[in-house]
């Protein structure tokens, strides 16, 4: 006798939204169910996001060349040993290079520092011979601020250096060495060091009404903007015109 179709043949999985008959495992939403029987598709891993090559390290942030100490068995001058001997606190670090000693001390002692090399008889450092500056951005300490001396009396020369921040005044020497007059009326047109008691502070070869300093090393390379003209006789005749009416 033939089987009855309606007879039940055994436990069937349960039904329902998202199972199918055969193996009661969910659906996915919005895809059909597999067919009764079928294995369930397995879902690849998800791969991993490719990783950056690794490309060269950044480039270190520039500080400043280290003072180079000097070398063993090279003793400073006398009227180096007589400084810090004298001013207590003056000499912060003796610097030794090509056959200069460079005296690194504090801005707020450099007149007296200076007042003593120029007075002490071992020194005489009667001419200040160049007043310059170093720009490191990055660096607290922003400007390296140097002065170049020699001894006409005593044919030797020091220079003195010392480290200060971007709005960090410094005491003008020019009541000490006049020749300094001009020089750091120049740090100050391309730098924008300010010197403190300077008689006549102002610019010395950008025009007066320029805007910023252009010896910074963050200064524009295409100029300050509305001062940059593309015909520099058109400039030249804009300073002439104003010249003649100041004069009129």
């Known amino acids: 006798m033939a089987d009855d179709p309606a007879k039940d043949t055994g436990p069937v999985a349960p039904t329902g939204p998202g199972k199918t008959p055969a193996s009661g495992q969910e659906a996915a939403p919005g895809k059909p169910a597999p067919p009764s029987g079928a294995a369930p598709v397995a879902t690849p891993p998800a791969r991993p996001a490719p990783k950056p090559a690794a490309g060269p390290p950044p480039p270190a942030v520039p500080t400043g060349p280290p003072d180079p100490p000097p070398p063993e ?64 951005p990055p660096r607290p300490e922003r400007f390296d601020v140097i002065y170049v001396l020699y001894s006409v009396r005593q ?56 805007q910023g300093h252009p010896q910074r090393k963050d200064y524009p390379l295409e100029g300050p903007g509305e001062l940059l003209m593309e015909n520099p006789i058109d400039w030249l005749k804009l300073r002439q015109s104003r010249d003649e009416a100041d004069i009129e």
């Not at 007589?82 to 001013?87: I, K, M």
């Open 73 to 136: 068995g090279q003793s400073p001058p006398a009227f180096l040993a007589a400084l810090a001997s004298a001013l207590p606190g003056s000499v912060t670090q003796l610097s030794y290079y090509v056959g200069d000693w460079t005296v690194i001390v504090p801005a707020a002692k450099i007149l007296d520092i200076a007042r003593y090399l120029r007075d002490a008889p071992e020194a005489a450092f009667d001419l200040c011979s160049d007043v310059t500056v170093t720009d490191w």
């Open 155 to 210: 044919r030797h020369r020091v220079r003195l250096k010392t480290k200060v921040a971007l709005d960090q005044p410094v005491p003008s020497v020019t009541s000490i060495w006049p020749a300094a007059n001009w020089l750091e009326r120049e740090v100050f047109d391309m730098f924008g060091v300010m010197f403190t008691g300077h008689p006549d502070l102002r610019r010395i070869l950008m025009p007066e009404d320029w």
